[in-house]
Each structure stands twice: as C-alpha cells, then as structure tokens.
C-alpha cells in the first residue's frame, strides 16, 4: 500500500541555517504531494503542495519538488527563522498518509 | 468565519464514559475526515464521509462511531472511553479527494482519567 517516510527529528538548527528535510513516498500512480506543518498548540496547515511529478511547490520561502525518479518530496528552505519552529508532515493524497512528522527548532 | 471548527477544544472525562466531538465545516467540500494524533505526533486516519456516506473505515474499535448528518458536518461519539484513547482528535474536509490539498480543524485534545 501506499506509504511516507520522513527523516527522523529533531532537528535543531541556527536561525540563517539551511533547512532540508527528507520525505519519501511508495504509491500508486502519482499523487498529489504535500508538506503541512503543525505549529505548538495548533492544528495543522498546509504549507505547500505539488500536484503532479516534476512540480514545484512554495510557501513562505519553503519549497520541495515531486520527483518520481527517486519518489522523493523533500522540503527545503534558504534560511530558516526561530518562528519556523514547528512540526512538518509530509503526506500523500487520498486518505492523506501522513510521515511521522519532523519536529524543527530553530535557536537565535 | 473558521472555515472547519471543532467542539470542544479540550475534553477532560473519566474511564468508562461516553463523550462526543462535534466538527462543521463552510468550505463546501464534500468530503470530511476524523484523524488522531497520539503522544509521539503520529496522525492516522479513523474515518473518512463522502456525501455522508462512509467511505474509510480504519481498524478502530467499535466504541468509536462517526455520524455525518449532512456532507458539512461529521461527529465523533466515542462509548466506554479508555486511558489509551487519551489524544489530540482532528476533524478536516476536502474537495476532489483532496486534489488540491486537506483543511484541518484546530483538534480536540481529550484525556482520560
């Protein structure tokens, strides 16, 4: 069946930092692709998604590109902030399979 | 206007109780879904409606019964609560199978005592 993996958190980095976060998919066909992210007390939303292979999605300086030679979606960003500070889940359209999510903290 | 919204945000109960989560969503999406978060952040998916016709149905115990009276709204009722049912419970809502993406509710987080 269709699955995600993400790379394991936390992940603590300085503010400025390059972030990148790994996410992994095993599916059918090619699904639609997402990043949600789940800031502390809240419920999560999303952040970007890629519809088809070879997109790009992007959000407030967050990116990641479907790539079905290597069924990667990996999220990056240039330079990260403390208020990105957050839990990131990678998913995977239909009943939404959801990474065990990636928690980032991001120090002054 | 909360585009899906959960009642209530936070539920404090006794074991062997029965207790309900109500979720509305005004987004017009056709599809509504119950996910529960665990300690570790782990979402897994419950049930899922279409046009109040169950369409997911994961492997959950029965005490757990999903009602959608109408495609915007989907309730919870959960009988005989356990310590391990002690979670974050989020509603969201979809169009198109979720082609564009899933809006979530801010959860309910229940402990049971």
């Known amino acids: 069946g269709n699955s995600v993996t993400q790379m394991e958190g936390p992940v603590t980095l300085s503010e400025e930092a390059f972030l990148t976060i790994n996410c992994t998919y095993t599916a059918t066909g090619y699904p639609s692709l997402f990043w949600y992210v789940q800031y502390p007390g809240e419920g999560l939303q999303l952040l970007l998604k890629a519809t088809k292979a070879d997109d790009k999605g992007s959000n407030k300086g967050f990116e990641a590109t479907y790539r079905k030679e290597t069924t990667s979606f990996h999220l990056e960003k240039g330079s990260v902030q403390v208020s990105d500070s957050a839990v990131y889940f990678c998913?995977?359209?239909?009943?939404?399979?959801f990474g065990q999510g990636t928690e980032l903290s991001v120090k002054p | 206007d909360t585009a899906v919204s959960q009642t209530p945000k936070y539920l404090v109960t006794q074991m062997g109780n029965d207790k309900s989560i109500k979720c509305e969503q005004n987004?017009?999406?056709?599809?509504m879904y119950w996910y529960k978060q665990d300690s570790k952040k782990f979402l897994k998916i419950m049930f899922s409606y279409n046009n109040k016709e169950l369409i997911i149905n994961e492997t959950v115990p029965n005490r757990f019964s999903p009602k959608s009276p109408d495609k915007a709204h989907l309730n919870l009722h959960i009988n005989s609560l356990e310590l391990g049912d002690s979670a974050v419970y989020f509603c969201a809502s979809s169009s198109r199978q979720g082609y564009y993406g899933y809006t979530f509710g801010s959860g309910t987080r229940l402990t049971v005592v």
């Open positions: 998913a995977l359209k239909g009943k939404l399979i």
């Open positions: 987004l017009g999406h056709d599809t």
